[in-house]
């Protein structure tokens, strides 16, 4: 936001030096198509593809790793779990604890101690997952109430 060029505009510096998704869906298809575009590829092209080799690496050992930490829109979003009109609510009354939920969620998120946090991502796998149906997927206003928050 603070670094502009001559005419007020700023790089989105993130997409053009982080970001493997560019270079996954269109500088590897256009460079493979273009002799043109073969010749004129350069250290950015490189080194995002070193990036995207990373990524890829990682996902053979975890889930989603360019979400879960390079993602700058992810984490963003995430701010807004807590106050999200989707929500996960935790039934306290039928949950006994036994940590079904927490064994199946993908993104390490301890469901019955914070249902909403910045992590999930809402897939339903803890719901799905829940042996007593103390789990579910509602819409509501409410940030926070008996059922939501196990202690």
Request: charged share 20%; with cysteine; proline share 5%.
């Amino acid at each position: 936001m603070t670094v502009v060029n001559e005419v007020g505009m700023g790089d989105p510096f993130f997409c053009k030096y982080i970001c493997p998704a560019g270079i996954l869906e269109g500088g590897i298809p256009l460079s493979a198509a273009d002799a043109g575009i073969r010749a004129s590829l350069g250290w950015l092209f490189t080194w995002k593809s070193c990036i995207l080799l990373g990524v890829i690496a990682l996902s053979i050992f975890f889930y989603r790793p360019f979400c879960k930490w390079l993602c700058p829109l992810g984490a963003f979003y995430g701010l807004f779990n807590r106050i999200s009109v989707y929500r996960i609510q935790v039934d306290r009354e039928k949950c006994t604890a036994c940590g079904a939920c927490s064994r199946v969620c993908k993104m390490d998120v301890d469901v019955t101690r914070s249902p909403n946090s910045a992590e999930c991502i809402r897939c339903g796998d803890c719901v799905a997952s829940c042996p007593h149906r103390a789990i579910s997927k509602t819409f509501s206003l409410k940030t926070a109430d008996k059922k939501e928050v196990i202690t």
